[in-house]
């Protein structure tokens, strides 16, 4: 069974960071290495006998920030990747209500005038329901998820994969992901912290749905630490050598 492993780099980040924060020892991570691990493990499922890593796929966008582009290079250099897809960034202004988010609710409220700070209008009467505006630089990252299911879909109808491995939490991909369970066997990979960032509801179905096979879990902190590029890297075709960046 030969299987791909399709990492979305934005949630594989994030998802990382919900382990350590700040801290070290995780950023200057080997995808393949990882993926070489989590297919190992896979095979030992029934569904799943003789699964052998052939594939990985990795979908991000570059940032401009220096310590990226030294990782990106050192991936590179290790063939840590089979295939790269680059989405980018937008950066635009947008127009939100002011709010704020109280210990134990659930949800963003919005921000009413209030004591020290009231509105009136023009006669003087205070407006309690009036609503604070913000405009603020927002900066999106666009187009990883739609590349991660495209490149999942094109491998499963072309019959280059027999099994997919996905490194995701993002629900946007319900569907594709909904109809690639009808055709190969999927495994979806929480990149996150599961007590702080808990695989989304809307990617998850019976494990018997479609083909079967299916299986749901987490990257854990010990697979983010164990499977770092070396430190030094070269890349054998430039010469240019690429360092972990302080701090990572």
Sequence with gaps: MDVGFYVDGFNLYYGGRSYFGGHSGWRWLDLRALATDVATIASQKPAW??????RVVYCTARTGDPDQDAYLGALKAHASYDWVEWGYYADKLIHRPLASQPPGVPGPQVVNPAIPMRVQDAA???????VFMASVAHREEKGSDVNLASHILLDVL????????????????????????KQ??????????PKWRPTAGALKASPTSGVGGHWWGNITRNQYRAHQLPDPITDGATGKTFTKPVGW
């Design 124 to 130: 003087g009467k205070h407006l309690p329901a009036a």
């Design 49 to 54: 006998k003789g699964a052998a890593l052939t």
């Design 184 to 193: 190969v066997p999927v495994g979806l990979l929480n990149p996150g912290n």
């Design 158 to 181: 072309r019959g280059t994969v027999g099994a997919v491995i996905v490194v995701t939490n993002d629900s946007d991909l319900k569907l594709p992901l909904s109809e690639v369970r």
